[in-house]
């Protein structure tokens, strides 16, 4: 229901007029939070309560907090982070209140994250998470969508924003003064709530869709009223749809009970879990450097800020580029645009061409005209102010240095070009998720799905087909179809969808985790149920040390990968996948060991049969060993080679059932030693022998700097091989631009495409952008799948690099002499024969013509790149990468059209 003004007013008087709160007009203030919300919400149902933690910091002053507490009349429970190890521990609250809970841990940060995911909403305060690890605090910082920054110099008062209704934003009434903060936004949909009157009116509440961040230690009598803290927690739970006014409970002495349930579904105990990370939960961190709690900034922090808006800058004038380039219509051949440019040359400027990238678009052309010019603008103001927060520094007005920094970022994310197309011939996969696909209860329903993924240009869909031993169709191999499925078969039904909107799709597989906790839960199954597939063959299953079936965190248990009993099942059930379904590839997802800790108290992958076989080889119960012990490093080969055995095997039986499958794997991109010692993943050797086609590692980060971090090694020469290269986005949580941003920086890389994860966070605003970057519009339809057809894709990919040469060198933005102006026309119109040669003939003799003239090119790009005063080094850096992928798509070519077409041939 809508809230009206004069029941807001009434409930202030009547509070004041009891004496709870002498002051009623701070009240005044709630209303300045309607344009927020727009609207309140119902008040929420009298069984949801409201968790407030407890920590070791708030511990000295949690009499005032509870007492504040009460004031405001609210029906509570306590979470302790002493204890607090898993999502159930917050039990059915709905909102969290934070009071300066300066130190929360990895597994914490993460179950937030989670928890936030499904609604829940957290009143944050003070400096919380101020004294977890870096990482850890990057990922709060994305999670609460703003940061204690720094504390103010002296006192100030609090003021509404500018932002507020006119009629509440002139009040003074909320003019108290206290020691506080500044809060920095650290998403794009914050909102500021309120300001400090002080210098630079730094934020002091800021709010997100499911947060409220307040700018001081909030429940201290030492430094802000009980009035105001009460006030102020009173709307921020009226944003949430709880209203408190008029409710006031008896004063109670007694502490409120705990959050955490004591018992789970089934009425089993609760397993407590030790603090390790959540089993594939990667750290999603907003940004890689730290503000301090001082005024002043450190030089290391200058130095990384400085470099988050440079990468920044510099992604966003290549998309620019990018963007006009595919708008242009230029001769293809960059020889004829040189000697068009050269034959045109102003008397008196013959022997060079003078310009810079940094000015770019500014001489348009008829035949490459760029458009944007927000986007022109917002990049010359970002360097602007770039300039300006680095002088800033120097002067040491930390304040301004700061806003200047602020205003750079959010100009660049808000005028981000995402009106034109900017999509190559690559592979743009989604993951489509048991969930999603348990709501569609019909072919209507999953066809709406498949409509909005082929408008965004979705052109491959990862369709989980196999999720804690329960298959999403009627097997004749696996035990059971997932219950949730009733009366007909998704995975023909998606196959069908798919290949009409002409889209591939690979069934993902859960291969070794075959149980799996939430799972049950959803299914209303007691907690520990082994699912379908272990409650029959128990012996299938690993164990840790101590017999313990369901990994400590994730909660999932494993098949054992040396059990000949499981490796005959895998094989029958992925054979019936490829076999009685036109699936056009399949993925491998689990594909390892549970994660186990790196100090070797916490390992798996003790089966029955893992045992005995590695009792046979050594006479030694693996069991036994430890870190210490001389047999640990062998222990560690058999587990990998039980995984590298089954890809290998896999792989050989579906190419001979099917040549035209597609093998991919969903791996872990850790550093290969940690990944090796904790999952067993040895991916590299996949790609050496050639078992698998697509690598989808899950590179998932809430910042492109992190993302470009995680993902930069795996182009290292360890992974040299055919298979193609898939990094993964994870769009949970992920700001719609900062999602395009991750896209772009992967078109740079040398890669073959991108996967979102997933189709459940794939909204509406995202789907508008991607069908204008990269959706089916009719000169993109024809785009060939690398995987498909990699010679083509190969010149498709460089046409795209030709176009964006042309149109730079069309406008004169391309500094070079006349001799190396021709020599590159010269050799990049023979490149592009080559390549046109071996799309409409595949032979050993084009490919090798090809390898030969890209290897020439590729041997001298860098040295015309660095001869031009107008090419940035990052701009020069993406075109070298993607050269880089024409060299892959074509040794991918080659194994998977010349060498596998002879192979059926003999």
């Given at each position: 229901?809508?809230?009206?003004?004069?029941?807001?007013?009434?409930?202030?008087?009547?509070?004041?007029?009891?004496?709870?709160?002498?002051?009623?007009?701070?009240?005044?203030?709630?209303?300045?939070?309607?344009?927020?919300?727009?609207?309140?919400?119902?008040?929420?149902?009298?069984?949801?309560?409201?968790?407030?933690?407890?920590?070791?910091?708030?511990?000295?002053?949690?009499?005032?907090?509870?007492?504040?507490?009460?004031?405001?009349?609210?029906?509570?429970?306590?979470?302790?982070?002493?204890?607090?190890?898993?999502?159930?521990?917050?039990?059915?609250?709905?909102?969290?209140?934070l009071p300066n809970v300066e130190t929360l841990t990895g597994v914490q940060a993460n179950i937030l994250q989670q928890w936030m995911s499904r609604g829940g909403k957290v009143i944050v305060t003070g400096p919380t998470g101020n004294l977890s690890q870096p990482i850890v605090r990057s990922q709060l910082r994305s999670l609460f969508g703003a940061y204690w920054g720094f504390p103010l110099s002296s006192p100030a008062s609090l003021q509404l924003s500018e932002t507020m209704p006119s009629q509440w934003s002139g009040s003074n009434q909320l003019s108290q003064t206290f020691m506080g903060a500044a809060v920095i936004p650290s998403n794009p949909n914050s909102q500021t709530a309120a300001v400090w009157l002080a210098e630079g009116n730094p934020p002091a509440a800021v709010v997100t869709e499911n947060s409220t961040v307040l700018g001081w230690r909030w429940g201290i009598d030492?430094?802000?009223?009980?009035?105001?803290?009460?006030?102020?927690?009173?709307?921020?739970?009226?944003?949430?749809?709880?209203?408190?006014?008029?409710?006031?409970?008896?004063?109670?002495?007694?502490?409120?009970?705990?959050?955490?349930?004591?018992?789970?579904?089934?009425?089993?105990?609760?397993?407590?879990?030790?603090?390790?990370?959540?089993?594939?939960?990667?750290?999603?961190?907003?940004?890689?450097?730290?503000?301090?709690d001082g005024a002043n900034i450190t030089p290391v922090e200058v130095e990384s800020m400085s470099r988050e808006i440079e990468g920044l800058i510099a992604r966003f004038e290549s998309t620019l580029l990018t963007a006009d380039a595919s708008q242009s219509e230029i001769n293809p051949s960059t020889g004829k645009v040189i000697e068009q440019l050269l034959s045109n040359r102003v008397e008196g400027n013959k022997s060079q061409l003078y310009s810079s990238l940094s000015n770019l678009h500014s001489v348009p052309t008829k035949k490459a005209n760029p458009v944007n010019g927000n986007a022109r603008q917002a990049l010359k103001e970002a360097r602007e102010r770039l300039n300006k927060f680095q002088l800033f520094v120097e002067q040491r007005d930390y304040i301004q240095a700061r806003r200047q920094w602020l205003e750079a970022r959010r100009t660049l994310w808000d005028n981000y070009?995402?009106?034109?197309?900017?999509?190559?011939?690559?592979?743009?996969?989604?993951?489509?998720?048991?969930?999603?696909?348990?709501?569609?209860?019909?072919?209507?329903?999953?066809?709406?799905?498949?409509?909005?993924?082929?408008?965004?240009?979705?052109?491959?869909?990862?369709?989980?087909?196999?999720?804690?031993?329960?298959?999403?169709?009627?097997?004749?191999?696996?035990?059971?179809?997932?219950?949730?499925?009733?009366?007909?078969?998704?995975?023909?039904?998606?196959?069908?969808?798919?290949?009409?909107?002409?889209?591939?799709?690979?069934?993902?597989?859960?291969?070794?985790?075959?149980?799996?906790?939430?799972?049950?839960?959803?299914?209303?199954?007691?907690?520990?149920?082994?699912?379908?597939?272990?409650?029959?063959?128990?012996?299938?299953?690993?164990?840790?040390?101590?017999?313990?079936?369901?990994?400590?965190?994730?909660?999932?248990?494993?098949?054992?990968?040396?059990?000949?009993?499981?490796?005959?099942?895998?094989?029958?059930?992925?054979?019936?996948?490829?076999?009685?379904?036109?699936?056009?590839?399949?993925?491998?997802?689990?594909?390892?060991?549970?994660?186990?800790?790196?100090?070797?108290?916490?390992?798996?992958?003790?089966?029955?049969?893992?045992?005995?076989?590695?009792?046979?080889?050594?006479?030694?119960?693996?069991?036994?060993?430890?870190?210490?012990?001389?047999?640990?490093?062998?222990?560690?080969?058999?587990?990998?080679?039980?995984?590298?055995?089954?890809?290998?095997?896999?792989?050989?039986?579906?190419?001979?059932?099917?040549?035209?499958?597609?093998?991919?794997?969903?791996?872990?991109?850790?550093?290969?030693?940690?990944?090796?010692?904790?999952?067993?993943?040895?991916?590299?050797?996949?790609?050496?022998?050639?078992?698998?086609?697509?690598?989808?590692?899950?590179?998932?980060?809430?910042?492109?700097?992190?993302?470009?971090?995680?993902?930069?090694?795996?182009?290292?020469?360890?992974?040299?091989?055919?298979?193609?290269?898939?990094?993964?986005?994870?769009?949970?949580?992920?700001?719609?631009?900062?999602?395009?941003?991750?896209?772009?920086?992967?078109?740079?890389?040398?890669?073959?495409?991108?996967?979102?994860?997933?189709?459940?966070?794939?909204?509406?605003?995202?789907?508008?952008?991607?069908?204008?970057?990269?959706?089916?519009?009719?000169?993109?339809?024809?785009?060939?799948?690398?995987?498909?057809?990699?010679?083509?894709?190969?010149?498709?990919?460089?046409?795209?690099?030709?176009?964006?040469?042309?149109?730079?060198?069309?406008?004169?933005?391309?500094?070079?002499?006349?001799?190396?102006?021709?020599?590159?026309?010269?050799?990049?119109?023979?490149?592009?024969?080559?390549?046109?040669?071996?799309?409409?003939?595949?032979?050993?003799?084009?490919?090798?013509?090809?390898?030969?003239?890209?290897?020439?090119?590729?041997?001298?790009?860098?040295?015309?790149?660095?001869?031009?005063?107008?090419?940035?080094?990052?701009?020069?850096?993406?075109?070298?990468?993607?050269?880089?992928?024409?060299?892959?798509?074509?040794?991918?070519?080659?194994?998977?059209?010349?060498?596998?077409?002879?192979?059926?041939?003999?």
């Open positions: 229901m809508l809230v009206n003004a004069w029941h807001w007013r009434k409930f202030a008087s009547n509070i004041a007029i009891l004496g709870k709160i002498k002051d009623k007009t701070i009240f005044s203030f709630l209303f300045s939070l309607l344009p927020l919300s727009l609207c309140l919400a119902p008040a929420m149902a009298a069984g949801e309560r409201i968790g407030v933690a407890k920590s070791q910091e708030n511990t000295r002053q949690w009499s005032e907090i509870t007492n504040r507490l009460q004031q405001v009349g609210i029906d509570y429970c306590i979470v302790d982070t002493s204890y607090w190890e898993q999502e159930l521990d917050l039990g059915n609250i709905n909102v969290l209140v030492a430094v802000s009223s009980p009035s105001v803290d009460v006030a102020w927690l009173q709307a921020a739970l009226n944003r949430y749809g709880i209203s408190t006014y008029g409710r006031f409970l008896p004063i109670s002495h007694k502490e409120p009970t705990s959050c955490r349930p004591n018992t789970l579904p089934g009425n089993e105990t609760r397993p407590l879990l030790p603090h390790w990370q959540l089993e594939n939960t990667a750290p999603l961190p907003e940004s890689r450097f730290n503000f301090p070009p995402t009106d034109r197309q900017l999509a190559q011939s690559e592979i743009r996969a989604m993951w489509l998720d048991r969930g999603t696909i348990v709501k569609a209860r019909s072919e209507s329903d999953l066809a709406a799905i498949f409509d909005r993924m082929a408008k965004a240009g979705i052109n491959t869909v990862f369709f989980e087909t196999v999720n804690a031993g329960y298959s999403i169709y009627p097997s004749r191999v696996a035990p059971q179809q997932n219950p949730l499925i009733r009366g007909w078969d998704p995975l023909k039904v998606a196959i069908k969808l798919a290949h009409e909107r002409g889209m591939e799709l690979h069934a993902w597989v859960w291969t070794f985790a075959a149980a799996n906790q939430r799972h049950n839960i959803i299914l209303n199954l007691p907690i520990n149920n082994l699912g379908p597939l272990l409650s029959r063959y128990p012996d299938w299953a690993m164990s840790d040390r101590k017999g313990n079936l369901f990994h400590y965190n994730s909660g999932k248990a494993f098949l054992d990968p040396a059990n000949p009993g499981v490796r005959r099942y895998l094989s029958l059930l992925l054979e019936e996948i490829a076999t009685q379904y036109d699936v056009d590839g399949i993925q491998l997802d689990y594909i390892r060991y549970p994660f186990q800790s790196g100090d070797g108290t916490k390992t798996y992958g003790y089966g029955i049969a893992a045992r005995q076989q590695f009792g046979q080889i050594t006479g030694v119960d693996p069991t036994t060993l430890t870190l210490s012990n001389p047999l640990w490093s062998q222990w560690t080969g058999f587990r990998i080679q039980q995984v590298d055995s089954f890809v290998e095997s896999v792989s050989q039986q579906l190419k001979q059932k099917r040549s035209d499958l597609i093998l991919s794997t969903a791996v872990f991109p850790m550093v290969r030693h940690q990944r090796l010692v904790q999952i067993q993943q040895n991916w590299e050797e996949w790609i050496r022998q050639g078992w698998i086609d697509l690598l989808v590692p899950m590179t998932y980060a809430m910042d492109t700097q992190e993302l470009q971090k995680l993902t930069s090694p795996l182009f290292s020469r360890s992974t040299e091989g055919t298979a193609l290269i898939l990094p993964g986005i994870r769009l949970l949580n992920l700001p719609d631009v900062v999602a395009v941003d991750q896209m772009q920086l992967l078109r740079g890389m040398s890669t073959e495409g991108f996967a979102l994860f997933a189709a459940e966070n794939f909204n509406s605003n995202l789907e508008k952008i991607f069908s204008r970057t990269q959706g089916n519009l009719a000169s993109n339809q024809k785009d060939p799948l690398p995987h498909r057809q990699p010679f083509q894709a190969t010149l498709s990919r460089y046409q795209t690099l030709q176009k964006e040469w042309n149109f730079l060198l069309t406008n004169h933005q391309i500094s070079l002499n006349e001799k190396t102006l021709r020599e590159w026309g010269q050799q990049a119109d023979e490149l592009a024969s080559t390549l046109e040669e071996l799309a409409a003939q595949p032979s050993t003799k084009n490919l090798l013509s090809a390898k030969l003239a890209l290897s020439s090119f590729r041997r001298k790009f860098p040295r015309w790149t660095e001869e031009t005063n107008a090419v940035p080094s990052y701009q020069a850096e993406v075109w070298q990468n993607r050269l880089v992928t024409l060299d892959n798509l074509l040794s991918y070519g080659e194994k998977r059209v010349l060498n596998q077409g002879q192979s059926r041939l003999n």
